[in-house]
């Protein structure tokens, strides 16, 4: 991939302002500057009147795989995780107070923060070649900033169950807990059909329906962003984080799971 292609691609659909995250090397990964293009095309979408809403899509086998951990390792832990954490927090308050309709339109596997994008969507549509996981705990760490999101959306016994686990679901498990709308053989074609009926709703009625339904999770944003981003920054760098990261990146388990 040559260094000036852009990671996350722009396109205008039928009036829906088309989002793909291009970064299949490293399963599009939330780099800094992945992040700062999405955060890019979200603010140009939101601003184009003719825009009508916003369809977050993938190349690859991966929607997005959270964060790069490749960068983390990279930097003080601390002040890194600090930076990275609140501009996370900054995307996922984006995705749920834009006031347009968000569609993620996903047929590949999603991890850690990229769930936390996937629950900030308004409509999420998985084909058979989804999988999910929150892996967070294997890596010394836990969902901070993404329960923002993810708890609102999920049933509370699931949460419990993959929050703690890390262990792997599909689509049809994701659409019964609440994490996905529906799924799709050709998740394509359905979010065509869904940005058709959401073509029927005018701006200022679908801007109002997404606020009533989103409003209580932007509450939650003011309330509590702030501490579970210090709760988040306050564990990078701790040992087994160190220790949970290095594992990751050799393709090991961590000492605690050997």
């Known amino acids: 991939m040559s260094d000036t292609a852009p990671l996350v691609r722009y396109e205008l659909r039928d009036g829906f302002a088309v989002l793909t995250l291009d970064s299949p090397h490293n399963r599009n990964a939330l780099s800094a500057r992945l992040v700062a293009e999405l955060l890019q095309g979200l603010d140009r979408a939101w601003a184009d009147p003719a825009v009508r809403g916003i369809v977050l899509a993938h190349t690859g086998n991966t ?53 936390g994008i996937v629950a900030a969507c308004d409509l999420v ?8 996981a929150l892996t967070e705990v294997r890596i010394g760490l836990a969902p901070f900033m993404i329960s923002l999101t993810l ?19 599909d689509a049809a498990t994701a659409r019964e807990i609440g994490l996905v709308t529906v799924t799709a053989d050709d998740p394509a074609a359905e979010v065509a059909r869904l940005c058709g009926e959401l073509r029927k709703g005018s701006p200022q ?27 988040s920054a306050s564990f990078f760098g701790t040992p087994e984080v160190q220790e949970g990261m290095l594992a990751f990146l050799q393709r ?5 799971a050997q």
């Open 63 to 115: 929607f997005c795989a959270g964060a790069d951990l490749s960068e983390a390792s990279n930097a003080d832990p601390a002040a890194a995780a600090d930076e990275r954490t609140r501009v996370m927090i900054g995307v996922l308050r984006r995705l749920v107070e834009i006031p347009k309709p968000v569609l993620a339109q996903i047929d590949g596997n999603v991890r850690a923060g990229g769930m």
């Open 125 to 132: 549509v998985a084909g058979p070649g989804s999988s999910f």
């Open 151 to 169: 708890l609102p959306r999920l049933d509370p016994r699931a949460a419990s169950r993959y929050y703690l686990t890390g262990e792997k679901f």
């Open 205 to 231: 009625g679908l801007a109002e329906a997404k606020n009533l339904v989103n409003g209580g999770i932007v509450a939650a944003f003011d309330d509590s962003a702030e501490a579970l981003a210090e709760r």
């Open 252 to 256: 090991r388990p961590p000492s605690w």
